[in-house]
């Protein structure tokens, strides 16, 4: 009896209505070596007196895969050998210098790239200052708070009609640079955000290129964009650093991602890597996690491209289907689905549960959108039950999107100072002229609202109210 076939490679066939026929690969060769070593240490009866406790013995049903760095394994922040060589393989198809493999998802990769920018800028005179609009991931904080790090936030001239976008464009950062009193040490942004919308990085690479600074970019929901008909991947599009978190939207176990450093990076920006990420994470990664990163590589490099291709026109197809029913569809991203559900009458949270109730489940809700998420392995049921779905929900007249964006922060001290300070709970509406102690998130999507070292105002708090948010900590 087979006893791992879970982590067996699905290939995947479309027949003309557009189901999948799924079914195990065997006995063909692989390139996959991270897996192909587990698979055979699992066949080779070898008493295990290493870690994990369970010695390959089914309990959950994948023990058989879990390692530990035993020899021939290779270490994930040492990489010589199988790791080393799968990740150079993943590099290949990005066409990247160097990517690095998180089983701790983009928050690692967030951590490292900044690290490795902080780590390899010249002038260390002053704290490390990144440019960056108010729509990074709760990741992007933390890192800010262990690493010591100043933020000079881009408010766009656009604003944002939702917290999980930023609508920041090339020429709000060339206004950030020319309004700022200190030198920028790297600039970083996220796109595709959370809604789908995606930046023009192009535009924004020569910026920083122009000031001779990074740009570091959150792909988190993109990992998919190098394989589209279009390459537009941030690595392709002149970014010196991306993370993608492969877990999202490639078949990946949920915590894989990869970090990509472009072949135009800053100097020192490979060779210090690996240290940065061991700076921060677990010293036992999951090997799991790496099996499915190495087997998504073969995927990647097989049929991929096809199939990511029907994906983005039977979700092109599903986004004409529901503004001719009269919904309104936002974004850019060729595999999500956002509906700006507030203008037809309903709240994104309130459609969410009667998708639920179809048995439908969304990626996001908020008061105003809610946001839906396509991949190959979505079947044409799944989109016909969605269309369905949404044809059977009463349409009214609605309101515009009521976000009206981040207000200005008013820094009261360093984000580091603020985080590590004495800091008590209270209720949000005692919270006026108080300084955020920890920085508060709604989640998802992670976005910050008030950060760490920033006064907590009346509009503040009306934005907290209205994620649910009672309670915030502040200095005592």
Request: proline content about 5%; hydrophobic content about 40%.
């Amino acid at each position: 009896m087979e006893i791992f076939p879970l982590l067996h490679l699905l290939k995947i066939t479309f027949s003309r209505n557009r189901h999948y026929r799924l079914f195990f690969r065997k006995d063909k060769a692989m390139s996959a070596p991270i897996y192909e070593f587990a698979k055979k240490y699992a066949e080779s009866g070898v008493s295990r007196f290493h870690m994990p406790g369970h010695k390959g013995k089914p309990f959950h049903g994948l023990e058989p895969l879990d390692l530990t760095e035993i020899r021939g394994a290779d270490y994930l922040f040492g990489s010589e050998g199988i790791i080393a060589e799968s990740e150079a393989r993943t590099a290949a198809l990005y066409g990247t210098a160097k990517t690095l493999y998180s089983t701790e998802g983009s928050s690692l990769c967030i951590k490292t790239m900044l690290a490795i920018a902080d780590h390899c800028r010249k002038d260390k005179s002053e704290r490390m200052l990144v440019m960056a609009p108010r729509n990074v991931h709760k990741a992007f904080i933390n890192a800010c708070i262990l690493l010591d790090i100043d933020v000079e936030w881009v408010y766009p001239a656009e604003k944002s009609r939702s917290l999980c976008s930023s609508g920041v464009t090339a020429h709000d950062i060339w206004a950030s640079f020319r309004r700022c009193p200190r030198k920028i040490d790297a600039v970083y942004i996220t796109s595709p955000d959370y809604l789908g919308f995606i930046a023009d990085i192009p535009a924004i690479a020569e910026i920083c290129r122009s000031y001779r600074v990074p740009l570091i970019v959150d792909n988190a929901h993109g990992a998919y964009l190098k394989f589209l008909d279009a390459d537009t991947h941030p690595i392709t599009l002149g970014a010196d650093m991306c993370c993608d978190s492969a877990h999202k939207t490639l078949p990946c176990y949920t915590g894989g991602a990869m970090l990509h450093i472009s072949q135009n990076a800053p100097a020192g920006f490979v060779e210090c890597s690996k240290l940065m990420m061991s700076l921060f994470a677990s010293t036992s990664p999951s090997y799991l996690i790496m099996e499915s990163l190495d087997l998504c590589a073969e995927y990647l490099a097989g049929d991929y491209r096809t199939a990511l291709a029907e994906t983005a026109a039977r979700t092109e197809l599903c986004k004409r289907r529901l503004n001719d029913m009269g919904w309104r569809t936002i974004g850019d991203e060729k595999c999500k689905i956002t509906i700006a559900s507030a203008e037809r009458g309903i709240s994104g949270d309130a459609l969410g549960d009667m998708l639920r109730m179809k048995n439908i489940e969304p990626e996001y809700t908020d008061p105003d959108l809610i946001v839906l998420m396509t991949t190959p392995f979505n079947t044409e049921e799944d989109y016909a039950r969605l269309e369905f779905a949404m044809a059977d929900i009463p349409l009214s007249e609605g309101t515009a999107l009521s976000f009206d964006g981040i207000p200005e922060a008013i820094v009261r001290m360093p984000i580091r100072k603020a985080a590590f300070s004495l800091q008590q709970e209270v209720p949000v509406d005692e919270a006026a002229g108080r300084i955020c102690g920890m920085t508060v998130t709604s989640c998802q999507p992670s976005v910050p609202i008030a950060v760490s070292g920033e006064e907590i105002t009346p509009d503040i708090i009306s934005i907290l109210k209205r994620y649910g948010i009672n309670t915030v900590s502040v200095l005592k």
